[in-house]
């Protein structure tokens, strides 16, 4: 027997800017928080794997199993891809990114460092921050 399928969800502009809302929320203290930087200094490129692989997961979760959505039902953005987890995963590292280097983040707590090593070191701030961002934006998403 055929399984009857609901139309593709539509995802709207105001689902996003409730993801950026909840990731904006969650991500302000870690982007300014020394020991944050310290932190991506000494992480190995398995940690920062991880520390995505983590991202990815809590997003995943928070978004289709703990909300109830199906991702099939779901438009996608390339390859099976919903649009709504890709949009959760740009908010949840961009919120970081953008709020790190609005407040000079970089600059403060990786002086003396050779641009190189602080874009990578940056990189890494970034994915820590992420686990948190990721938390309050696809909360946001799904509460409201």
């Known amino acids: 027997m055929a399984r009857l399928r609901r139309p593709k969800a539509n995802f709207r502009l105001a689902d996003s800017?409730?993801?950026v809302?909840?990731?904006?929320?969650?991500?302000?203290?870690f982007v300014v928080t020394e020991e944050v930087w310290v932190l991506a200094e000494d992480m190995t490129l398995v940690q920062s794997l991880s520390t995505a692989a983590i991202v990815f997961a809590i997003g995943y979760a928070a978004l289709y199993k703990a909300a109830g959505r199906d991702?099939?039902?779901e438009?996608?953005?390339a390859?099976?891809?919903?649009?709504?987890?890709?949009?959760?995963?740009?908010?949840?590292?961009g919120s970081v990114l953008v709020l790190a280097l609005s407040f000079g983040a970089p600059g403060t707590f990786l002086e003396g460092m050779p641009w190189p090593e602080i874009?990578?070191?940056?990189?890494?701030?970034?994915?820590?921050?992420?686990?948190?961002?990721?938390?309050?934006a696809a909360t946001a998403d799904s509460v409201f």
């Open 17 to 19: 800017a409730q993801q």
């Open 119 to 136: 874009a990578f070191v940056t990189a890494r701030a970034v994915g820590v921050g992420a686990v948190f961002s990721v938390v309050g």
């Open 21 to 29: 809302v909840g990731g904006f929320l969650l991500a302000g203290p």
């Open 71 to 73: 991702p099939d039902d």
């Open 79 to 93: 390859v099976g891809i919903p649009t709504r987890f890709a949009s959760l995963m740009v908010v949840s590292y």
């Open 75 to 77: 438009s996608d953005i």
